[in-house]
């Protein structure tokens, strides 16, 4: 089993930062995907950006250039800088992981975190 424990969500004015969390633990393997995801009120829940255990980043194409996904490998951490936040942003951020092999196809199921909330004001 894996968990994922999400943190840094809170209130923010339109134009500010916050970085996003998020631990794993548990039986974690060596290659995986880690990634955010968000679910705003009444919608459904959308990709905001992945990366793999070597690094590659994939993102929603309205976040290009304003947020950043990292990871810390021997933490078992990956981030999410959001910069220039927008009130469109406010959303339940969620953290995603699942195991691959070394090609990168997926190996097992997802584990979710419980999500952590963003606020963005105007």
């Known amino acids: 089993q894996v968990q994922l424990v999400e943190s840094g969500g809170g209130l923010v004015q339109a134009g500010g930062s916050l970085r996003l969390s998020c631990a794993a633990s548990?039986?974690?393997?060596?290659?995986?995907?880690m990634g955010w995801f968000r679910q705003a009120p009444g919608k459904q829940r959308e990709l905001v950006a992945t990366i793999t255990s070597g690094g590659s980043t994939n993102y929603k194409e309205s976040v290009k250039g304003r947020f950043t996904i990292s990871r810390d490998n021997g933490k078992n951490t990956v981030y999410l800088q959001m910069n220039s936040l927008k009130p469109e942003d406010t959303a339940v951020y969620y953290c995603?992981?699942?195991?691959?092999?070394?090609?990168?196809?997926?190996?097992?199921?997802?584990?979710w975190g419980k999500g952590t909330l963003v606020t963005v004001s105007s």
């Open positions: 548990g039986s974690i393997f060596s290659t995986n995907v």
């Open positions: 995603k992981m699942y195991p691959t092999n070394w090609l990168g196809a997926r190996t097992g199921m997802d584990y």
